[in-house]
């Protein structure tokens, strides 16, 4: 007798609980929860290895992808591919009917940097066509399609063919080389983009920021940093419609004095890596404060 009435009452005191509560405790997502079916950029995102999932709470690229627009079946450019983080992610997300093209800084640039030895501009010289086979294996046989240029250099085939055009952290170089009198280098990567767009695309820029406050001579791209007001003037003289800007990729951790460059930050690290107390001060920052600009080609 004393068992049953134990358990009428606990039934009862548990019919007696608020409603929202067992709907919440039912509905709140597990830390562990899968991406949605639904979301393929998700599902890409998640399938990154460790080392590049380590970066999106710097990059965000779910939230910037999203931002300019960038789809399953694209044509998209991308700017200076490097090392293939972007890359990587665009070659599973485009998917087969995809294509991603690459543009690399021009042949002639590459010779003011101190980095630029025998070995790496020979690795360069090939890199149009060594960079579609790098995407077919990022892509596990089922990416996208792929073919390179450098600016300077773009076929003609390209002209018109791309939806979007993505440009992360590659114009400060453009703009220092510019700046310093070596060549029309931001010019002509701005006319090439143009160029390759179809009327309507979009052109999707993420450039390390410097504040408004700081010296214009800094600000050329020499330390990696640009001004706002400069990218957007130099992208609209390119022909260009400039349309909205995102905070995403902001960071108001970062605010560089006029001795600093943005390679001290990681994941360079440069001049700050031997040092933990300065490593430690930088990893506090974390990656660069960043614009994060959409510009269309008319239509």
Known sequence: MRTCLAILLAALLAACQPADNQATEATAPSAETEPSPGDPLALVLDSMPDEAKARYRYRHPQETLEFFGIEPGMTVVEALPGGGWYTRILANYLGEDGHITGADYALDMYRYFSFASESFMARKEIWTTTF???????????GAGASAFHFGSMPSSVAGTADAALVPRALHNLARFQSAGEGDYLDVALADLFAALKPGGVLGVVQHEARPDMPDEWATGGAGYLKKAFVIEAVEAAGF??????????????RP????????LPPAYNGTRDDPELKAAVDAIGESNRMTLRFLKPR
């Open 132 to 142: 579609p086979d790098s995407v077919a294996e990022w892509g596990g046989g089922t």
């Open 241 to 254: 419609e400039f349309v909205a800007e995102s905070p995403v990729n902001e960071n108001p951790e970062d």
């Open 257 to 264: 004095t006029a001795n600093d460059v943005v390679w001290r």
